[in-house]
């Protein structure tokens, strides 16, 4: 089947930079979304990549490698409010969309 | 102004009844879409439509019914309700065919409990 693999935590302090990682075993990938939930809330877009490479949308960057199978959401100047669960969102086929299994980040002073 | 809505927020039930949940998007997007997310926050697509046309429809039990009346409203009608079927409902939508490329918009959801 197809999946996308997140970590399940990742902790780190504020002022860190933190990786969160979407790997996927399914065959043809045409894009890779991320989104951005608080506790009790609703999923709100982050980023998109279409294309292979680097996406930067202020403290926020996203990666894609179609050919390594993974991408990456990329967080700078951690603050208190990006504590938060982050899901990547992939398109897997036509029209066929699957979310990762998503990342809890836990943000500490 | 609400983007996407939906209503109820909070929906509890008991076994074997029959409820809907609703959803309406005032950003004149063409696609729309339902999401549930269980207990362990796995987030599953069920369904997407294309002004008012199912594009994508996912292995859901057939006791789940989608409604789109027109492109701005996208229904849930759940027959049946079983114990398994608590979680939170989420509705979206977007510009453009489905195809996860475009930034979907969330409402609010709707956390569904059944007894």
């Known amino acids: 089947g197809q999946s996308l693999e997140q970590p399940s935590e990742v902790t780190a302090v504020e002022g860190a930079i933190v990786q969160i990682n979407c790997t996927y075993q399914?065959?043809?990938?045409?894009?890779l979304s991320w989104y951005q939930q608080h506790d009790g809330g609703a999923p709100t877009f982050l980023s998109y990549?279409?294309?292979?490479g680097l996406e930067e949308t202020g403290r926020f960057s996203s990666f894609l490698s179609r050919s390594d199978s993974y991408g990456y959401l990329l967080l700078q100047e951690l603050q208190m409010k990006d504590s938060a669960s982050y899901f990547c969102?992939?398109?897997?086929?036509?029209?066929?969309?699957?979310f990762g299994t998503g990342t809890r980040l836990l943000v500490s002073p | 102004d609400t983007a996407v809505s939906q209503t109820p927020k909070y929906l509890v039930t008991q076994m074997g009844n029959d409820k809907s949940i609703k959803c309406e998007q005032n950003l004149g997007h063409d696609t729309m879409y339902w999401y549930k997310q269980d207990s362990k926050k796995f987030l599953k697509i069920m369904f997407s439509?294309?002004?008012?046309?199912?594009?994508i429809n996912e292995t859901v039990p057939n006791r789940f019914s989608p409604k789109s009346p027109d492109k701005a409203h996208l229904n849930l009608h759940i027959n049946s309700l079983e114990l398994g079927d608590s979680a939170v409902y989420f509705c979206?939508?977007?510009?453009?065919?489905?195809?996860?490329?475009?930034?979907?918009?969330f409402g609010p959801g709707t956390r569904l409990t059944v007894t």
């Open positions: 399914t065959s043809g990938f045409y894009g």
């Open positions: 969102l992939g398109r897997t086929g036509f029209q066929k969309l699957v």
């Open positions: 439509y294309n002004n008012k046309e199912l594009i």
């Open positions: 990549n279409g294309l292979d």
């Open positions: 979206a939508s977007s510009q453009g065919v489905a195809g996860g490329t475009y930034e979907q918009y």
